[in-house]
């Protein structure tokens, strides 16, 4: 059974960042597609980055590219969600999961790919 512990989320005003780190456990992280989502009440659950197992190419939604950046440290077993100059707009509750069955990464991040989903971290973008 795939794991994950996402962290890093929390309170931040508008302009600010924030790391999120995914972990896992019982498992290689760098084996599989690694994706970053988020889901705002009320709304679905979109793609907002991913990182490819093989030669590390990355992904973003267009709401996001430019100003988030995705990462792996394979030596802790961790993906990271680097999130500068935060929005308002970018208040949800981020997962990271991970792919076993397609093993692809682009800026079409669909959350019908992914298989193996963690539990969550809630970030507020507020003043």
């Known amino acids: 059974q795939l794991q994950f512990v996402e962290s890093g989320g929390g309170l931040v005003q508008p302009g600010g960042s924030l790391r999120l780190s995914c972990a896992a456990s019982?498992?290689?992280?760098?084996?599989?597609?690694i994706g970053w989502f988020r889901q705002a009440p009320g709304k679905e659950r979109e793609g907002v980055s991913c990182?490819?197992?093989?030669?590390?190419?990355?992904g973003y939604a267009g709401s996001v590219k430019g100003r988030f950046t995705i990462s792996r440290d394979s030596a802790k077993n961790t993906v990271y969600l680097q999130m500068n100059s935060l929005k308002p707009e970018d208040t949800a509750v981020y997962y990271c999961?991970?792919?076993?069955?397609?093993?692809?990464?682009?800026?079409?991040?669909?959350?019908?790919?992914?298989?193996?989903w963690g539990q969550g971290t809630q970030v507020t973008v507020s003043s």
């Open positions: 999961a991970a792919d076993s069955r397609y093993y692809a990464c682009s800026d079409l991040i669909s959350p019908k790919q992914y298989d193996y």
């Open positions: 019982g498992f290689t992280l760098d084996s599989y597609v």
């Open positions: 990182i490819s197992n093989s030669d590390g190419r990355t």
